[in-house]
């Protein structure tokens, strides 16, 4: 009941040990099941074995190629003897874009019972929505513009005739389809853009969306674009080089079980009710789900209400660090309170380190080579370099916990009382900038307490210096046959014949070697040695 008669050249192809669908038929009506492909040469995946990459177990001269690798064999085969050459199918429908509405772009052809379907002259573009007081619909069918004559009359501009303008407009995605365009050149008044602007500024770096777009905006605006490049308009194919999607937001929406005569539709589990009604009902006739936040299901939180109870830093920061871009969270007010509880700590102690402050410590930081100051250079130049790279590559959570343990360091340091005002002052001024893109508003009222003026969005991002990154010491892990035996503490750098002796010497070592013979030692500089033996 699966196969489609309709679709493809009508020959069927069954492939019951790697497709969940086959598996089931060829199983229940005992059909044999041949292995093709599986994660090794052995072939002992459990069926059906669906995984994206794999490697071939038939035929005989085939076994361990990797499938793509026996995709492009094949391909090359099948064009070698004429039998076969490669296409991709598309699966294209026509799309209408007109609309029988007043809101919309017009669209700028004439109708003339001589000449047909005209297309307005450039020098007359673009064409104009009149200014109307009611854009009701007609009830004929036809858009409101059909009832204005001023605006639907007009002349032929090929013959001088009587002509109609068209009164359908287009759709929303006609220019929601390339506004990105239109972006990179918004005030050219002879042209959508220029072409100068528009190879300067695109592709777009990235695009951030719902999966939902995927076939939406997104497919509209490459769809756009590759009729564009095919016309000469644009020189690149696709508009948008990245493509992030990031994770809903989801709320305890309640339900209630079904009641006599009540039925549920397919896939439902219950009848949504709001949250009063879940109050007053009996607590076993209740139950929750987590779901995305809409207003049909009554389970939103609207921003304003966060912001009003918690505070717009203290949401934002609990939204980025709940969980990576793309994953889905749960909304909970109690980790909203340890956003909150964050951004106490932060206060806290750059408050505490206010009169230890030095404008000129950029002047003196680099001269001090106390212990104490080299180990709180090193926690900020590397929090420095973690949220930077973090915030590239769209991983807030993990740059929020950087934050996090580098704020912890400098507290420790400033109750320690070992570390200069100027290391204590660096490290202060460069927390300050790093929290500024989660909390803002934080950010900005310390950066106006330690006497700084303007916005913290106006200064320079703060840039590690590679040479507070080394560390004094390193901590390198021991391993006989993979397993760990021992940890090594040495100096960055330590040259491979000095590690492999000083592991062979550990006692700890010796006894897991119990008198067999080392075939060799792999060393990972800075991290690992690995002592293999036979």
């Given at each position: 009941?699966?196969?489609?008669?309709?679709?493809?050249?009508?020959?069927?192809?069954?492939?019951?040990?790697?497709?969940?669908?086959?598996?089931?038929?060829?199983?229940?009506?005992?059909?044999?099941?041949?292995?093709?492909?599986?994660?090794?040469?052995?072939?002992?995946?459990?069926?059906?074995?669906?995984?994206?990459?794999?490697?071939?177990?038939?035929?005989?001269?085939?076994?361990?190629?990797?499938?793509?690798?026996?995709?492009?064999?094949?391909?090359?085969?099948?064009?070698?003897?004429?039998?076969?050459?490669?296409?991709?199918?598309?699966?294209?429908?026509?799309?209408?874009?007109?609309?029988?509405?007043?809101?919309?772009?017009?669209?700028?052809?004439?109708?003339?019972?001589?000449?047909?379907?005209?297309?307005?002259?450039?020098?007359?573009?673009?064409?104009?929505?009149?200014?109307?007081?009611?854009?009701?619909?007609?009830?004929?069918?036809?858009?409101?513009?059909?009832?204005?004559?001023?605006?639907?009359?007009?002349?032929?501009?090929?013959?001088?005739?009587?002509?109609?303008?068209?009164?359908?407009?287009?759709?929303?995605?006609?220019?929601?389809?390339?506004?990105?365009?239109?972006?990179?050149?918004?005030?050219?008044?002879?042209?959508?853009?220029?072409?100068?602007?528009?190879?300067?500024?695109?592709?777009?770096?990235?695009?951030?969306?719902?999966?939902?777009?995927?076939?939406?905006?997104?497919?509209?605006?490459?769809?756009?674009?590759?009729?564009?490049?095919?016309?000469?308009?644009?020189?690149?194919?696709?508009?948008?080089?990245?493509?992030?999607?990031?994770?809903?937001?989801?709320?305890?929406?309640?339900?209630?079980?079904?009641?006599?005569?009540?039925?549920?539709?397919?896939?439902?589990?219950?009848?949504?009710?709001?949250?009063?009604?879940?109050?007053?009902?009996?607590?076993?006739?209740?139950?929750?789900?987590?779901?995305?936040?809409?207003?049909?299901?009554?389970?939103?939180?609207?921003?304003?209400?966060?912001?009003?109870?918690?505070?717009?830093?203290?949401?934002?920061?609990?939204?980025?660090?709940?969980?990576?871009?793309?994953?889905?969270?749960?909304?909970?007010?109690?980790?909203?309170?340890?956003?909150?509880?964050?951004?106490?700590?932060?206060?806290?102690?750059?408050?505490?380190?206010?009169?230890?402050?030095?404008?000129?410590?950029?002047?003196?930081?680099?001269?001090?080579?106390?212990?104490?100051?080299?180990?709180?250079?090193?926690?900020?130049?590397?929090?420095?370099?973690?949220?930077?790279?973090?915030?590239?590559?769209?991983?807030?959570?993990?740059?929020?916990?950087?934050?996090?343990?580098f704020t912890n360091a400098l507290t420790d340091a400033a109750l320690n009382g070992e570390a200069s005002d100027a290391a204590l002052s660096e490290a202060a001024e460069t927390l300050i900038l790093l929290l500024s893109p989660f909390a803002p508003h934080t950010a900005d009222e310390v950066w106006s307490a330690y006497g700084k003026s303007g916005f913290t969005l106006?200064?320079?991002?703060?840039?590690?210096?590679?040479?507070?990154?080394?560390?004094?010491?390193?901590?390198?892990?021991?391993?006989?046959?993979?397993?760990?035996?021992?940890?090594?503490?040495?100096?960055?750098?330590?040259?491979?014949?000095?590690?492999?002796?000083?592991?062979?010497?550990?006692?700890?070592?010796?006894?897991?070697?119990?008198?067999?013979?080392?075939?060799?030692?792999?060393?990972?500089?800075?991290?690992?040695?690995?002592?293999?033996?036979?």
């Amino acid at each position: 009941d699966y196969v489609l008669m309709g679709y493809g050249t009508g020959a069927i192809m069954a492939v019951p040990a790697h497709d969940e669908r086959d598996f089931e038929f060829a199983s229940s009506n005992r059909l044999e099941i041949r292995r093709v492909v599986g994660s090794a040469a052995d072939g002992e995946d459990e069926l059906p074995f669906v995984a994206e990459e794999g490697m071939m177990l038939f035929p005989e001269d085939w076994v361990g190629v990797p499938c793509e690798e026996a995709k492009a064999r094949l391909y090359r085969m099948l064009e070698e003897r004429g039998t076969g050459e490669r296409k991709v199918n598309y699966r294209l429908r026509d799309w209408l874009i007109s609309r029988q509405r007043y809101w919309g772009s017009p669209i700028p052809v004439v109708h003339c019972e001589s000449c047909g379907i005209v297309p307005v002259p450039e020098k007359d573009l673009p064409v104009l929505l009149p200014e109307v007081e009611r854009y009701q619909p007609t009830g004929t069918g036809e858009s409101p513009l059909a009832e204005i004559p001023e605006w639907v009359n007009t002349t032929c501009p090929q013959c001088g005739g009587p002509a109609r303008r068209e009164t359908d407009t287009m759709g929303g995605f006609a220019c929601s389809s390339w506004y990105f365009l239109r972006f990179c050149d918004p005030h050219n008044e002879h042209e959508p853009f220029s072409k100068e602007k528009i190879e300067y500024w695109m592709p777009v770096d990235t695009y951030v969306g719902g999966a939902e777009h995927a076939v939406m905006h997104l497919l509209y605006a490459r769809f756009w674009t590759k009729v564009l490049y095919d016309e000469g308009l644009v020189p690149f194919v696709e508009p948008f080089a990245v493509l992030r999607n990031q994770g809903m937001l989801l709320a305890p929406t309640p339900y209630r079980k079904p009641r006599e005569g009540e039925t549920l539709r397919v896939g439902e589990e219950g009848i949504l009710i709001s949250q009063e009604e879940a109050q007053q009902l009996p607590g076993d006739e209740v139950f929750y789900k987590w779901e995305k936040m809409s207003k049909s299901k009554g389970n939103v939180v609207t921003p304003d209400e966060a912001v009003e109870k918690y505070g717009a830093d203290a949401l934002r920061v609990y939204e980025l660090f709940e969980a990576p871009f793309e994953q889905a969270i749960q909304w909970s007010e109690e980790r909203v309170q340890g956003a909150i509880r964050f951004l106490h700590r932060v206060f806290r102690v750059l408050s505490e380190l206010r009169p230890r402050y030095v404008e000129n410590w950029r002047d003196v930081v680099g001269a001090s080579s106390a212990p104490a100051d080299r180990a709180l250079r090193r926690a900020t130049h590397t929090a420095i370099r973690k949220v930077s790279e973090d915030i590239e590559r769209f991983a807030f959570n993990t740059a929020v916990a950087a934050l996090m343990e580098f704020t912890n360091a400098l507290t420790d340091a400033a109750l320690n009382g070992e570390a200069s005002d100027a290391a204590l002052s660096e490290a202060a001024e460069t927390l300050i900038l790093l929290l500024s893109p989660f909390a803002p508003h934080t950010a900005d009222e310390v950066w106006s307490a330690y006497g700084k003026s303007g916005f913290t969005l106006e200064q320079r991002f703060p840039v590690a210096d590679e040479r507070c990154l080394e560390a004094d010491e390193v901590r390198i892990v021991v391993q006989v046959n993979g397993k760990v035996r021992d940890t090594l503490v040495v100096k960055p750098g330590t040259p491979q014949p000095v590690l492999e002796e000083q592991a062979l010497a550990s006692e700890k070592v010796k006894r897991a070697l119990d008198g067999k013979e080392v075939s060799r030692v792999v060393v990972v500089p800075d991290r690992l040695i690995n002592v293999v033996v036979k």
